[in-house]
């Protein structure tokens, strides 16, 4: 069972080992399919859908980056997809300034 302060890292290590692209400002894909399944566990997480987990996606996602705590070999792989959510949370409250 996964708990709440390890939610994030079978999400990463999902992506790692499919292959998923995590790349900063990817103009093919835009790293969809990664960004897909962090927003289905987020919302596991919250055991919520829709407009709920929206709201609270960013605290709950930047709860998640705080609690990761990759093994020594685990750390430089996880290092790319951490990044690439950091700068999506970036975004999305740049984003959202921007809207109000």
């Known amino acids: 069972m996964v708990t709440p302060t390890d939610w994030l890292a079978p999400v990463i ?15 093919t894909c835009g790293a969809t399919d ?3 399944n962090v927003q289905k566990a987020i919302q596991d997480e919250l055991g919520a ?5 929206q709201v609270n996606m960013p605290l709950v996602l930047a ?4 609690q990761l705590k990759p093994s020594a070999e ?11 959510l950091l700068y999506d949370l970036w975004l999305r409250g740049k984003l959202g300034e921007m809207l109000l």
């Open 74 to 84: 685990k750390e430089a792989r996880f290092e790319g997809p951490a990044q690439f």
């Open 49 to 53: 859908s829709g407009q709920v987990a």
């Open 34 to 36: 990664f960004l897909t």
């Open 63 to 66: 709860q998640g980056l705080a």
């Open 13 to 27: 290590e999902d992506a790692i080992r499919r292959r998923l692209c995590t790349r900063i400002g990817c103009s």
